[in-house]
């Protein structure tokens, strides 16, 4: 059994945290263009250069998508509390602000989102938002990203606020079963947590594909959001959301779905000429008398989108103490579940269910 860390054991640890942050300082902020607090998204370890997104055409970008360096910013807020240096901290602030003051879009009234997640960022090069090369426009879309809303907070509450709020609010299509769509845009305010709640069966038709590791970042929103405010009713909504996925579990193993709703307009195919329910298309047929919907498919795809939110719950259950431990005791049970069920120990792998 090890001994118990000590300042002395621990020590070579911290430097190398602290020179990995020091690089990031040195070479990692965004002077590419005109010059911002804000940090590229990485380096090359070699030349301290910023990578690259390289396009067919040959434009080449440097990207700053703060969603993507949230854990960067917990390593620096975690840094200036241990070693004392403000400096950690204070960069990771400065970002945070100038974020908030720069890549919002949309309004108040109309659901200002940050530029940044799966579809959007900021390009260092151009000084522009920029989202994939013929896309669809901006799209928000957070999946098990779990921003530092703490220190969010403490750079500007107001803003943070009115974000998590607006997320749920452009992200949400029907408050009275959570059908939601994992990409969203900014819309004009509506009821937010005023809005009704009947639940229902899950598995319904609806309009939205309700995935997991996107609607764990909406949870952990919101739980973090009561956190900040003492406002109870955003947590309210936190753990209905993820009660919806625990009403999708089988009761013979249970298992918990990916989604928790089935979408009508999904495609089922590469060209997108036939729509619906992309499992039961692809094995209904394969197999008969079971109920196969793409919420029920374990893994769904590959581990990580299942299983980062069950790192959200544990997130939420520890910040949120007593008033999370439904989050807590939902992500071991989950937890449990795939062990018992679906992994396999003599290869070291999880079984297809």
Request: hydrophobic content about 35%.
């Amino acid at each position: 059994m090890s001994a118990v860390p000590n300042a002395t054991n621990t020590a070579p640890y911290l430097a190398t945290v602290r020179q990995f942050a020091d690089q990031v300082l040195t070479h990692g902020r965004d002077v590419h263009g005109k010059p911002t607090p804000l940090f590229v998204d990485g380096l090359n370890v070699d030349t301290r250069e910023p990578v690259k997104w390289k396009w067919a055409d040959g434009k080449e970008w440097v990207l700053c998508n703060l969603a993507n360096q949230q854990g960067l910013f917990r390593t620096l807020d975690g840094l200036s509390r241990l070693t004392g240096d403000a400096r950690y901290k204070g960069a990771a602030l400065e970002a945070t602000r100038y974020a908030f003051e720069h890549l919002r879009y949309g309004t108040q009234n109309h659901g200002g989102l940050l530029s940044w997640g799966g579809h959007l960022a900021y390009n260092a090069t151009d000084d522009v938002l920029a989202g994939n090369p013929g896309g669809t426009g901006r799209i928000h879309e957070l999946k098990c990203f779990f921003p530092h809303y703490v220190l969010m907070w403490e750079a500007n509450p107001k803003a943070t606020q009115e974000l998590i709020e607006n997320i749920w609010n452009g992200h949400v299509l029907d408050w009275s079963t959570l059908d939601f769509n994992r990409h969203g845009n900014p819309i004009k305010r509506g009821r937010l947590w005023e809005n009704e709640y009947r639940g229902g069966e899950v598995f319904f038709w609806g309009k939205g594909l309700t995935f997991h590791n996107a609607g764990s970042d909406f949870c952990y929103a919101a739980g973090l959001l009561t956190k900040l405010t003492g406002t109870p009713e955003p947590l309210v909504w936190a753990k209905r959301l993820s009660q919806r996925y625990v009403e999708t579990r089988d009761p013979k193993t249970g298992l918990e779905g990916y989604q928790f709703s089935q979408c009508a307009s999904a495609w089922c195919d590469d060209v997108g000429t036939i729509r619906g329910d992309r499992a039961q298309y692809q094995y209904g047929d394969d197999f008969k008398g079971h109920r196969v919907v793409e919420g029920t498919l374990f893994p769904c795809y590959g581990n990580t989108p299942q299983i980062e939110p069950q790192v959200g719950r544990l997130l939420l259950g520890e910040s949120l103490g007593d008033q999370g431990r439904e989050f807590t005791r939902q992500a071991v049970e989950t937890l449990t579940a795939w062990g018992k069920s679906a992994y396999r120990a003599k290869d070291n792998v999880f079984v297809p269910c």
